[in-house]
T-cell receptor, first 110, second 117 residues
């Protein structure tokens, strides 16, 4: 069965304290892995798409990496405005729909 | 970037009534739109795939007679929750892919929070 697991479920950091969020997956065929940010009461906001192992993408304080089994979202020197839930999602070969992980609720304290 | 708009953003209704939620793609055409539901502190669960000009495809366990989906044009899909009950209270989100349908081009609406009293 195709599965997406995110860890930790929640993470609290001090401003400037770098860390990483994990998204591990077991799927029959990966077509793409996506990271989204979701603020409370709002829809997900697209961050990155990764298609193949070894690929990396960066945007401001965020960097996403991909291996054959997992993806990491690295956050460097975070600020309070980076507080949100970060969602990982997959598109599987032969399908068009996204399968979401449970998300990691990130809180950055000033 | 592409914008997907949902309306209403919040709705409160009495048990037994029906509620319609609209999802519009504002600057692109979408032959397919996706409807998700999200319960508090949980992730998004796909409910159905809305197809312009044809019937929607529902995920296992989603009642098609309760959640009516109409994709009348290339920019509008509607979700109607019929005879709503308190357990239908949730956050409903639509999404639409731009050309190619790749997830990286999948844009989400702001969501509609339904509260059934």
């Amino acid at each position: 069965e195709d599965q997406v697991t995110q860890s930790p479920e929640a993470l609290r950091l001090q401003e400037g304290e770098s860390s990483s969020l994990n998204c591990s997956y077991t799927v029959s065929g990966l077509r793409g892995l996506f990271w989204y940010r979701q603020d409370p009461g709002k829809g997900p906001e697209f961050l990155f798409t990764l298609y193949s192992a070894g690929e990396e993408k960066e945007k401001e304080r965020l960097k996403a990496t991909l291996t054959k089994k997992e993806s990491f979202l690295h956050i460097t020197a975070p600020k309070p405005e980076d507080s949100a839930t970060y969602l990982c999602a997959l598109i599987i070969q032969g399908a068009q729909k996204l399968v979401f992980g449970q998300g990691t609720r990130l809180t950055i304290n000033p | 970037g592409a914008v997907v708009s949902q309306h209403p953003s919040r709705v409160i209704c009495k048990s037994g009534t029906s509620v319609k939620i609209e999802c519009r793609s504002l600057d692109f055409q979408a032959t397919t739109m996706f409807w998700y539901r999200q319960f508090p502190k949980q992730s998004l669960m796909l409910m159905a795939t809305s197809n312009e000009g044809s019937k929607a495809t529902y995920e296992q366990g989603v009642e098609k007679d309760k959640f009516l989906i109409n994709h009348a044009s290339l920019t509008l899909s509607t979700l109607t929750v019929t005879s709503a009950h308190p357990e239908d209270s949730s956050f409903y989100i639509c999404s639409a892919p731009t050309s190619g349908g790749a997830g990286g081009e999948l844009f989400f609406g702001e969501g509609s929070r339904l509260t059934v009293l």
